[in-house]
């Protein structure tokens, strides 16, 4: 039997999944439509992988990570650099830091605490905010996410081969979802919803029911 909706005091969306997936796209309009904050985690690990390329580190190293996430503010999350391949791979090797994911835990709960709000990343239903009332878990093939991605870098007029965008986006994928702290990975109560063969509007009317259903919201 499922659950009745609730009318949550402050209702918190949980949106994980893989790169490319269409989280972003889907947990703004949710946010939008419903009124609610909007926190696309993975920028906090960017930004924190950021930092640590600007100092000359490596993002693999626990001491490096650690003083960058101790300088992180929120300016840092609206840098124009935190998007393409060096920037994807430091998020990915400092978000395996446990260290890392501990000091950016308080500020992402505070984020949904107050009012409720929808959070998009890759731990979000599992330990963020494990009794979130809506999580969904968003994913499509690899080659639907890779191809995603590619046509994203050519609108801006990044060139780089549909092989490497796929092969890339692969490695990283596996390193969210083998590393031990908060594993890339649906909770056991999330709503699985694959995006390959839907455009946007079809995966936001499929995420807004699954919202309606869980939520008492109109
Ligand atoms: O979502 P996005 O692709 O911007 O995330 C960049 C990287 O940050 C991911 O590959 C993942 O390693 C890490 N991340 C995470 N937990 C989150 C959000 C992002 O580990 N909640």
Request: net charge negative; proline share 7%; no cysteine.
């Amino acid at each position: 039997m499922s659950a009745p909706p609730r009318r949550a005091a402050t209702p918190v969306i949980a949106i994980d999944g893989p790169a490319a997936a269409g989280k972003g796209t889907l947990a703004r309009r949710l946010a939008e439509t419903l009124g609610l904050p909007y926190l696309d985690t993975g920028l906090l690990y960017r930004a924190v992988g950021r930092l640590v390329l600007d100092a000359g580190a490596d993002p693999a190293d626990p001491d490096a990570a650690a003083a960058a996430v101790a300088a992180l503010a929120e300016h840092h999350l609206r840098r124009d650099d935190l998007r393409g391949p060096a920037a994807d791979a430091a998020a990915a090797a400092v978000a395996s830091l446990p260290a890392v994911r501990a000091a950016l835990l308080d500020f992402q709960r505070g984020f949904g605490a107050a009012r409720g709000a929808v959070l998009d990343g890759r731990d979000i239903g599992t330990v963020i905010f494990p009794d979130a009332p809506v999580k969904l878990f968003v994913t499509a093939s690899l080659p639907a996410r890779a191809r995603r991605r590619w046509l994203e870098l050519e609108a801006k007029g990044i060139e780089a081969p549909l092989a490497r965008v796929e092969e890339e986006m692969r490695v990283r994928d596996a390193m969210d979802e083998a590393r031990l702290a908060a594993p890339l990975r649906p909770a056991a109560d999330a709503v699985l919803l694959d995006t390959t063969d839907l455009d946007p509007d079809a995966a936001f009317a499929a995420a807004l029911k699954v919202v309606r259903e869980r939520l008492d919201v109109t």
